[in-house]
């Protein structure tokens, strides 16, 4: 079974004593629950990642960073790299986020380079996935998610894939009023592991998680979580305070006691 996932990027928001004070209060807020089945992560911006690390050190929920060079060390003016954000006490990366795309030109070849070091580095990438308004106007979406995956995996070796994070996010749905549609969401969710089954196996496919991220609140969780391929949630807005995050978290764990008492 794929263990469920609670996540949020804080963009740029939360500088350092924001951080200290989210990460106590979340603590306090998520004490009485159960997470032990569940994998939580924030990722704050990189000033204030050692900060959050030490503040959430001996609780469930680990930091990440938001972004991340290819290269450990180098003439890279404004960069960070993995060995860095380990430093800093990162256990996850964020990877392809669509503002890095959409505003700082990544490409998807760039990204398997960052997962490529991720992976060796010893971070869990995020990888995030989502098709524009106009391709899915287009009737393409599938076919972009599935190249994004596909480039993104590059030549990772099956039995590694399942440590990936795939984050499905539709950019059309990120900073929006609405969430897309729990049948839109199954049918892409659907769609992805297929991808995943015929370049890896069914075996790997069937470990490997899909979460889905785009204006996700505590209001709609419950009906994404319900959706069979959605193995977690990725937040942005909604969590950006400790309070809605704790909400989230509440969620997902309730989520996951749901799947393991139908198993
Ligand atoms: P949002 O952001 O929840 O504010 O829509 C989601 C994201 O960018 O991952």
Not at 24 to 49: G, H, N
Not at 129 to 135: K, N, Y
Request: hydrophobic share 45%; charged share 25%; net charge neutral.
């Amino acid at each position: 079974m794929r263990r469920l996932v609670a996540g949020t990027g804080w963009k740029m928001n939360n500088g350092i004593a924001d951080s200290i004070r989210y990460a106590e209060e979340l603590k306090a807020r998520i004490a009485s629950l159960d997470t032990s089945a569940i994998d939580i992560y924030v990722l704050p911006p990189f000033t204030s990642l050692a900060a959050a690390a030490q503040a959430l050190a001996g609780s469930p929920v680990a930091v990440g960073g938001q972004n991340m060079h290819w290269e450990d060390a180098g003439s890279w003016t404004g960069e960070i790299s993995a060995p860095m954000l380990l430093e800093a006490g990162c256990r996850y990366v964020e990877l392809a986020h669509s503002e890095r795309l959409r505003h700082f030109g990544e490409t998807y070849e760039l990204v398997r380079r960052k997962v490529d070091k991720a992976m060796s580095a010893g971070l869990t990438p995020i990888v995030c996935l989502g098709e524009s308004a106009r391709e899915k106007a287009e009737g393409r979406a599938g076919q972009v998610l599935a190249e994004q995956v596909l480039t993104s995996l590059g030549g990772q070796p099956d039995e590694r894939v399942p440590e990936i994070i795939l984050a499905y996010e539709p950019r059309w749905a990120i900073g929006a009023a609405e969430a897309a549609s729990p049948a839109y969401i199954g049918e892409r969710h659907r769609a992805l592991r297929a991808v995943l089954r015929q370049r890896c196996g069914a075996g790997i496919a069937e470990r490997t998680r899909i979460i889905y991220g785009g204006s996700v609140t505590p209001e709609n969780a419950r009906a994404i979580l319900d959706i069979e391929d959605v193995d977690g949630l990725f937040v942005g807005r909604a969590a950006w305070r400790a309070e809605g995050f704790a909400r989230i978290v509440e969620r997902v764990a309730d989520a996951a006691k749901m799947k393991t008492e139908d198993k």
